[in-house]
């Protein structure tokens, strides 16, 4: 099983990025999946996650700024993220809980992450 991310990159503070998240392998389902970013010398924190059925939740300090999403027919995850500030640099990680076709389970399974980086 793979989690690959995509959309990172470099962009001015007010901006936009959308990043992707894609699932790829013998998976039977995909359970909850969230989004996780790391600065330099911090621990990994949550910025959003979601359930299978759409219900999502999100860190106070991106609230009306971020807007998390999937597609299940494609097992993908999106991130939204708008209003762009310098504090929002990090790299950006993909989360999910993975059920597999031969019944094992991935109770967190990360993605290989991708760089966001707010800078003028």
């Known amino acids: 099983v793979q989690l690959v991310e995509s959309g990172g990159g470099l962009v001015q503070p007010g901006g936009s990025l959308r990043l992707s998240c894609a699932a790829s392998?013998?998976?039977?389902?995909?359970?909850?999946m969230g989004w996780y970013r790391q600065a330099p010398g911090n621990q990994r924190d949550l910025v959003a996650n979601?359930?299978?059925?759409?219900?999502?939740a999100y860190v106070d300090s991106v609230k009306g700024r971020f807007a998390i999403s999937r597609d299940n027919t494609k097992n993908t995850l999106y991130l939204q993220m708008n209003s762009l500030k310098p504090e929002d640099t990090a790299v950006y990680y993909c989360n999910a809980r993975i059920i597999m076709t031969d019944g094992r389970i991935w109770e967190d399974y990360w993605g290989q992450g991708t760089q966001v980086t707010v800078s003028s």
């Open positions: 392998g013998s998976i039977f389902s995909v359970n909850a």
């Open positions: 979601i359930t299978s059925s759409g219900s999502a």
